[in-house]
């Protein structure tokens, strides 16, 4: 069997530890591996190299990608189309892994199953924001992150009493991130873009923190619209002075966390046992704690949507 892997869209822990295992038990059956050197852009140009275990070692435990991503969407051109469907022939290549979010396995899977080829995805984002999985790779290495950064904000706000903190996560336009991340670290505040605030609201909010603990937490995803404007709207409106953190790209880039290790080795041996019996097409998902390869891609399943009672108790509504 000859499997080619393909990394789309933003980059997330873990990524480095499940093309090392994928390629680790293809080895072990005497399968071959390639790589598309620049995501889907890479495959259609046929940037492909061959990928071993003794190059992929090192960067296992590593954030980022062995593999360089794209984002461009090229397959909405035909010739593009034509190209890849060139290079998968003339490279004969059984079939695809792709990892990446949702917007690349609700795209790109569709398309390649129009072209005739075999693919299996695998969910890798931070933003965990894929629908039909209740679990990416990447997310946990990214709460960690911002978990190593509230303990250092909570450490100087104890010193220092009567300050109000916030810190913002990535996520894009969800917030699964912001939400997880405030709950495990007891914050006061989170804001998400799924659900609305009112400005006085979070003002009062934070102050009743300041009195009731001396200090105040506030998450908030970056996805929220007033996330650049809320510090200066805060000061300006409510006099309130906040002292913000932005996690940035960096919470992306960190090393993978054990969960997320664990994550891609479980979900590349289903991509893999999938297909060596045989699968055409499927995602490759966690649901109630079993790993599973689902019939379906991320589009097929309904949109994941935050836990509102959650948001709630975080929030003391
Ligand atoms: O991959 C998802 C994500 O990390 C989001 O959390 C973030 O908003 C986005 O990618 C950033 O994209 P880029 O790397 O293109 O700035």
Redesign the pocket.
């Known amino acids: 069997m000859k499997t080619l892997l393909i990394v789309s ?2 980059d ?1 822990p873990g990524i480095n530890t499940a093309l090392y295992h994928f390629t680790h038990l293809s080895e072990q059956s005497g399968d071959q591996v390639l790589g598309a050197v620049g995501g889907l852009a890479g495959a259609v140009d046929g940037y492909l190299i061959d990928l071993h275990t003794d190059m992929l070692a090192p960067v296992m435990g590593l954030g980022g990608t062995y593999l360089p991503s794209s ?1 461009e969407p090229v397959l909405k051109d035909p010739m593009n189309r034509e190209k890849l469907i060139q290079t998968i022939s003339h490279q004969r290549i059984d079939n695809i892994v792709l990892f990446g ?1 949702d917007g690349s396995l609700r795209n790109i899977p569709p398309v390649l199953a129009e072209l005739g080829l075999t693919c299996i995805g695998v969910p890798t ?3 965990n924001d894929v629908p039909g999985t209740d679990e990416t790779i990447g997310f946990d290495s990214a709460c960690n992150v911002a978990h190593t950064v509230i303990d250092g904000l909570l450490a100087t706000a104890r010193a220092l009493p009567g300050r109000i903190f916030s810190v913002e996560t ?3 336009s969800t917030g699964f991130l912001a939400l997880d991340i405030a709950h495990a670290a007891g914050a006061h505040a989170v804001l998400i873009p799924e659900f609305e605030y009112d400005e006085s609201w979070l003002a009062d909010r934070l102050k009743w923190a300041v009195r009731e603990n001396k200090l105040a937490l506030l998450v908030l995803s ?1 996805g929220v619209p007033a996330s650049r404007s809320l510090v200066d709207d805060m000061q300006q409106g409510h006099n309130l002075r906040i002292r913000d953190t932005r996690l940035g ?1 960096g919470q ?1 880039g960190t090393v993978p966390s054990h969960r997320d290790r664990w994550l891609a080795l479980a979900m590349v041996k289903a991509a893999y046992a999938g297909l060596r019996d045989g699968v055409k097409s499927g995602m490759v998902a966690m649901q109630n704690g079993q790993i599973t390869l689902c019939n379906g891609m991320s589009a097929d399943f309904p949109a994941r949507q935050p836990d509102r009672s959650v948001y709630n108790q975080i929030n003391g509504l």
């Open positions: 869209g933003g997330a984002r979010g984002t931070i933003d990535l996520g894009g970056e790209h992306r």
